[in-house]
C-alpha cells in the first residue's frame, strides 16, 4: 500500500482486506511500508481485519519500517496486536505454517 490510509481509503481497505480473508487463505501479509499517512479509521480496520483472521486461524502481520508509525501504535496500545515485519518476505518467513 502507498500514499494514504484515512477515513476516506478505510472503506476501501476494510474491503479488500475482508476479501482476502473470505477467500481462506492462511496468511495475510499487509505492507504498509509506502504509506505516508496513517489515521484512527485505518487504524482500526486492521484491528478488525487482524481479529477475523485469528478467529479464522489465519495469522496477519504488517510490514512497517516508519518509526513514526510504529510510535502512533506504541501510543495507541497497538504494537503487540500484531506481529510487525520489516519486509514482505521476513513476513512471508516467519508467518509460515
Not at 501479509?29 to 487504524?43: E, N, R
Amino acid at each position: 500500500m502507498a500514499g494514504e490510509l484515512d477515513s476516506y481509503t478505510a472503506p476501501e481497505l476494510a474491503r479488500t482486506l475482508r476479501e482476502q480473508l473470505d477467500s481462506s487463505p492462511s496468511m495475510v501479509i499487509v505492507d504498509l511500508v509506502g504509506l505516508d499517512f496513517l489515521d484512527p479509521a485505518s487504524l482500526s480496520v486492521l484491528v478488525k481485519a487482524s481479529k477475523q483472521a485469528r478467529s479464522r486461524n489465519i495469522s496477519f502481520s504488517l510490514v512497517l519500517i516508519s518509526e513514526r508509525f510504529l510510535k502512533i501504535l506504541e501510543q495507541t496500545g497497538l504494537r503487540g496486536a500484531f506481529p510487525i515485519y520489516s519486509s514482505a518476505s521476513e513476513a512471508f518467513t516467519a508467518e509460515e505454517p
